[in-house]
Each structure stands twice: as C-alpha cells, then as structure tokens.
C-alpha cells in the first residue's frame, strides 16, 4: 500500500515538473511529454499521462528503467536522479530483509535437523523402547 502511495505522489511530481518547466503548454517542448503531446492518443487526456508517468516511476524505482522515457532538462533529470538513488536504496533494504528472513529460517531448520540426528543416534546407540522414540 505505501508503495502504491509512493508511486503515485512521484508520478505526480514528474507531471508537475514537466508542467512547470515547459516551454510551450501546447507541445511541452523542452520537456519528456514533448514527446507524447504530439501523438494524438494521448493529446489531451490527462488519465493516459498520468499512467505513462506512473509506468515511468515504476521502472525507474524498481531500476528496470527500459529508458523509453526520460528526462529532457536538468530539473527532469535532476529529480530522476533522485528517484533512481531512492530506488536502489529501497531495493537494497527489500532484499536485505529478504536475505535475513531466509537466513533464520535455515538456522531453525538446521537447528531442528541436528536434534532429529541426536534422537536417532540415542535410539540406536541406547536401544530405547520406539514407543519412547516416537
């Protein structure tokens, strides 16, 4: 859930600077929906721009980053950089915690497998009854 609000509050900024930076409001020059205004598909419709800025920030925070859209002026750039930095730090902590969850769960299952071993070898060596074993 925090990471669908996340996503949504960096589309939303990545809208906004390109809004705020643009040259020309009709074609957005000097900005990544340059490239978008002139297509007739998405001229106009603010849902297909919001989902295109959406689909930018989820392969940029999960470091895909196909690169099909891009920043086109250093304050696009500059906040795509950050995005990138966030990211990976994110992805790292994901996989750490990942990392450590499975680690513990091996060390309980070895943990588990060495008293089973104990109890074989004691029902062997001493000859308990199996009733007691079980």
């Known amino acids: 859930m925090i990471f669908i609000l996340a996503s949504h509050i960096v589309s939303c900024f990545w809208l906004i600077i390109a809004e705020l930076v643009t040259l020309d409001p009709e074609t957005f020059s000097g900005t990544w929906l340059n490239t978008f205004a002139k297509d007739p598909v998405y001229k106009g419709s603010d849902v297909s721009l919001y989902y295109i800025s ?29 995005v990138m930095v966030v ?24 943990e588990y497998e060495d008293k089973l071993n104990t109890l074989i070898l004691a029902h062997k060596e001493f000859e308990f009854p199996t009733r007691l074993y079980i």
Not at 57 to 78: A, P, Q
């Open 87 to 110: 990211g990976v730090i994110l992805f790292s902590i994901a996989n750490g915690a990942l990392a450590s969850i499975i680690s513990s769960l091996d060390g309980q299952s070895g």
């Open 54 to 82: 959406f689909y930018w920030t989820i392969t940029t925070i999960t470091t895909v980053g196909y690169g099909d859209i891009s920043g086109t002026n250093n304050y696009e750039r500059l906040f795509a950089s950050f």
